[in-house]
């Protein structure tokens, strides 16, 4: 068995106030979910306008499968989401 969590450190440029933050984070949250099939949430900066980090967490029995698919959300958020900076990520497989 493989667990895999991976933490991306975001910078959502241009939001004014909490409330903006959510609408811009949440689809992303949303997509994540949907298209990778992870469990995933904000975990820190929940204070913050412009910043946040986010946790992505997927079980497999394949280290190699978790791997690959964690380091492929890392590519579709840089590609997809281009209003959305990454400033950090950290990939931990346990």
Not at 25 to 50: G, M, T
Request: contains cysteine.
């Amino acid at each position: 068995m493989s667990l895999g969590l991976l933490t991306l450190h975001l910078h959502l440029a241009g939001c004014t106030s909490l409330k903006e933050k959510r609408r811009r984070l949440k689809p992303l949250l949303h997509r994540l979910h949907r298209e990778f099939n992870i469990s995933v949430a904000e975990v820190d900066y929940q204070d913050s306008w412009q910043e946040a980090v986010i946790a992505c967490a997927l079980i497999s029995n394949d280290n190699g499968h978790t791997q690959r698919c964690l380091h492929d959300v890392i590519r579709w958020i840089e590609k997809s989401w281009p209003d959305v900076t990454l400033l950090d990520d950290r990939l931990e497989i346990v």
